[in-house]
């Protein structure tokens, strides 16, 4: 009996030292939201490059094209970060935790080096003509983000990490092939990961 009572002790302790160094209010179904979001992005991406503009596959990205992707992965990036701030606030309001302390200032702070980076960089690559490694740069630098954010929050966000800069490797090796690489990274990846997490910490 003592013994169980050390354990539940040492349980206790050891989630109140989680609770103060990481942000654990982030919410499973953010993931799977976001990526069934990136699923439809890629979706509508792929009918404008290969369905309603057959010319693109040919000539390249023209400009109207190319104004047309982008606000499409501005559309992915909004409602992605807006529902994820929506369910995160829900469950740290269910279990009376602040959204915004030092555990979520790290975190984000972490993430965002990596993340502006990467994003600043892409946008260059974009203004220059680079199309072919936007994708596979998108996956590396949000991967990179996640693994150095990783450490102030669920141990999990550092595996989808790990993932995404596997598949970014993957598709600057197929660059013909980054639509799909950027939908199974940013699509199905989030939405098992959501799923596990949902279940794992949600319930």
């Not at 996640?146 to 929050?153: E, F, G, V």
Request: hydrophobic letters at 50%; one cysteine or more.
């Amino acid at each position: 009996m003592e013994e169980k009572d050390l354990l539940a002790e040492i349980s206790s302790i050891r989630n109140i030292m989680d609770r103060s160094t990481k942000f654990i209010s982030l919410s499973g179904l953010s993931g799977i939201m976001a990526g069934i979001y990136a699923l439809l992005g890629a979706g509508a991406a792929y009918r404008l490059l290969y369905t309603e503009n057959d010319s693109a596959t040919r000539v390249g990205y023209d400009e109207l094209l190319e104004g047309q992707l982008v606000l499409l992965a501005i559309a992915v990036l909004i409602f992605s970060v807006a529902t994820g701030l929506l369910l995160t606030v829900r469950k740290a309001g269910k279990k009376g935790q602040s959204v915004w302390n030092q555990s979520s200032q790290s975190l984000l702070l972490n993430g965002a080096v990596p993340l502006v980076a990467g994003g600043i960089f892409c946008v260059i690559m974009l203004l220059r003509g680079y199309y072919v490694v936007i994708g596979p740069c998108t996956l590396i630098f949000y991967g990179l983000a996640l693994i150095a954010a990783s450490k102030y929050t669920f141990g999990d966000v550092k595996w989808l990490g790990l993932l995404d800069v596997g598949l970014g490797l993957l598709a600057a090796i197929f660059p013909g092939y980054g639509l799909f690489f950027w939908a199974f990274g940013f699509g199905v990846l989030h939405i098992l990961y959501g799923t596990i997490m949902h279940f794992k910490y949600d319930r």
